[in-house]
């Protein structure tokens, strides 16, 4: 058995598998293997599939042996997360209130991933209903950074992100909202793609904010993230928010010139307090994007304050409404011993939802109660114009925006629990790109204090193939990708 | 950036072992200093009054049972909350058009699908998560409490 395995890229196990170099159920048996040796540490799934895992590798195999076509992901086992709908397993969201939920449809992105030939290997931890910075607001376990096992790994994605960080898959989806893919890849060292609000369907996705919600992918290399990209992506007449567009063509895009693409570097993301190892690792990364013939400028977005307030007002509405489906009466948990409808609702639900959960659907009501929807719904709708406006604005003058992806790396298990808004400036940096609706990609910068730090690049809508052949043309010129967490030397010591 | 053999090669020939030794030979590249301290963006951590009254009727509006802890808990958060949100007062948004999709301005029109007929989902498969069911139906306790008889609930 090759060692090693677990870390190649995905381009790289389709390319071997296709060729029959390695069959897709030995690439599969390899990471099955893994995933039981790291799992008790890490608590990445809530769910493993490993009898359908073998079974789409065997169907892989089978075709590549009547010589049939296969896909560009065949034999590449991939992760999902948990508020992805799978037809037939178990999707909880990290919930209680889903716990037993097996749905009766699949997701469009992940119905498309296996087509493409992925391996399901099962269904990822995350914050419940993807709200929350650090994936401990799962109702089950939190998950562990295989960096650091003491620390997080981010969140909502967290699941995703360590299960790809740790070899354990080689792909993963996740969704984003107001950071959720970028943040926790940035905080585990892997790539980490939002895609453009749209380009990918939300058709299957457990919905937590819809205007901000978008799947998103989880990678070791950009090459990865755009071939998962490129299987997922374009229109689904399912998703009355899809954008009318086909799959980019980025694959092809990576190899393109960088030269002269003009880099903006917004001066508001320069927090005071950014630590100090992100500032020192971002902005040597801003150098080396210089060095390739980017024309680096600093820039300005003076509303990027205004994105955090104004996102907690929208997310928390629209999950308040969102949330309201939980009823107890069609699917989820429904308490037992109540005396009439109404008490049956409220009692499901106070027994279904996390303190994170009931906090935020507090939010939300209040935000839209009668006497309360003009100063902070609307209000918050009409800073987004303001934020998504400048972005605008800064697009005539460059092509691509490069700031931090989080202001610290990993932080220690329970560090931001107790102090909700402090766990909510997790995502400052993040949250006005998920405002405006824009593609921003984290791409691993370097080590600070043996954790990773993560490069955020923005680019304008639908923009993807020249954000990715950004961020290419920078993990091939750094190899910072190449880093991998000292897992297996710690496990062999336990 | 692809050989012929199709594997990758690094842009710039090799793997750069410091990067910066190139980079710094550049000259005229200047990175920002410090914008708000990130962890204090909330400003000074005031608090917005919100009364026990307005928590118990936001949670019956939301049909979340808090229980007094709760309810406590909460007085004191979402004032922290609103506290911070209430940063948006400081901008004049008089004449803004709110955003209600992002790309309402790229694509103009979100198509609607066909209205064409698609197979739907089995009554059994419909009520396969369903707590209670009974002939095709979802079952529910009674509507109005005083028609309860005893113990409607669960199902």
């Known amino acids: ?494 | 950036m692809r050989s012929a053999q199709g594997e990758p090669r690094p842009l710039l020939g090799h793997p750069v072992a410091d990067p910066l030794v190139r980079a710094r030979k550049r000259a005229g590249l200047r990175l920002p200093g410090s914008g708000p301290a990130w962890y204090n963006v909330a400003g000074g951590g005031g608090s917005v009054a919100v009364s026990r009254e307005t928590v118990e009727h936001i949670a019956v509006l939301a049909r979340l049972g808090l229980d007094p802890a709760e309810a406590g808990e909460m007085e004191r958060q979402l004032g922290a909350i609103l506290a911070y949100v209430g940063k948006l007062r400081e901008l004049d948004t008089e004449g803004v058009e709110p955003t209600f999709h992002v790309l309402g301005r790229l694509l103009p029109s979100l198509p609607l699908r066909p209205d064409e007929p698609l197979p739907p989902l089995s009554p059994g498969a419909a009520l396969a998560n369903a707590p209670a069911s009974e002939r095709g139906c979802f079952l529910v306790p009674p509507v109005i409490p005083e028609e309860a008889e005893k113990g409607g609930g669960g199902g």
Not at chain 1, 94 to 114: C, D, H, K, M, N
Not at chain 1, 232 to 252: F, N, Q, R, Y
């Open chain 1, 1 to 494: 058995m090759e060692e090693g395995l677990w870390y190649l890229p995905a381009y790289v196990l389709a390319a071997r598998v296709a060729r029959r170099e390695v069959s897709a159920a030995e690439v599969a048996e390899v990471h099955l293997r893994r995933l039981e040796r790291l799992e008790p540490l890490l608590q990445a799934f809530i769910t493993t599939t490993p009898e359908a895992a073998l079974e789409a590798a065997r169907r892989v195999d089978l075709a590549l042996g009547r010589g049939d076509p296969v896909g560009p992901l065949a034999g590449v086992p991939a992760a999902v997360k948990d508020n992805l709908c799978t037809l037939g397993v178990r999707t909880t969201a990290g919930s209680r209130i889903l716990e037993r939920f097996v749905p009766p449809y699949e997701s469009t992105a992940t119905a498309r991933l296996w087509r493409a030939g992925a391996v399901p290997l099962g269904k990822t931890n995350l914050d419940e209903f993807a709200m929350g910075s650090s994936t401990e607001n799962s109702a089950f376990f939190p998950t562990r950074n295989p960096w650091d096992l003491g620390r997080v790994p981010g969140g909502s994605s967290g699941g995703s992100a360590a299960a790809v960080a740790a070899g354990l898959a080689a792909a993963a989806l996740g969704s984003d909202t107001g950071g959720s893919v970028r943040q926790p890849a940035a905080l585990c060292g892997v790539v980490g793609l939002k895609p453009t609000y749209g380009l990918v369907s939300r058709f299957g996705l457990i919905a937590f904010a819809s205007s901000l919600d978008q799947v998103g992918v989880i990678a070791r290399t950009v090459r990865d993230a755009a071939l998962v990209l490129a299987a997922i992506a374009g229109h689904d007449p399912l998703d009355s928010t899809s954008a009318p567009v086909g799959p980019p063509d980025c694959e092809s895009a990576l190899d393109g010139e960088v030269e002269g693409l003009r880099l903006g570097v917004p001066r508001e993301y320069w927090l005071e307090g950014l630590e100090e190892g992100v500032r020192r690792k971002v902005a040597e990364a801003i150098e080396v994007l210089a060095s390739l013939g980017m024309k680096v400028e600093e820039c300005s977005l003076p509303h990027t304050e205004y994105a955090l307030p104004a996102y907690y007002i929208l997310a928390p509405a629209e999950a308040s409404s969102n949330l309201a489906r939980y009823d107890g009466v069609r699917y989820g948990h429904r308490a037992s011993g109540a005396s009439d409808l109404n008490d049956m609702y409220c009692r499901s639900r106070r027994e279904g939802f996390g303190a994170e959960v009931k906090r935020r659907v507090m939010l939300g009501t209040y935000a839209l109660s009668s006497g309360y929807y003009d100063a902070y719904y609307l209000k918050a709708q009409k800073v987004r114009t303001l934020i998504r406006r400048e972005f605008e604005q800064a697009f005539e003058r460059f092509d691509v925006l490069a700031t931090p992806t989080s202001p610290t790396t990993a932080f220690p298990l329970g560090e931001r629990v107790a102090d909700p808004l402090k766990m909510y400036l997790s995502d400052v940096l993040t949250v006005p790109v998920s405002l405006a609706g824009l593609p921003a990609v984290s791409v691993p910068c370097g080590l600070s204090g043996g954790l990773p730090v993560g490069l955020q690049l923005i680019a304008p809508p639908l923009a993807e193939a020249r954000l990715l052949r950004a961020a290419s043309a920078f993990e091939q010129a750094t190899g910072h990708h190449r880093a991998r967490p000292a897992l297996d030397g710690g496990v062999d010591r336990r």
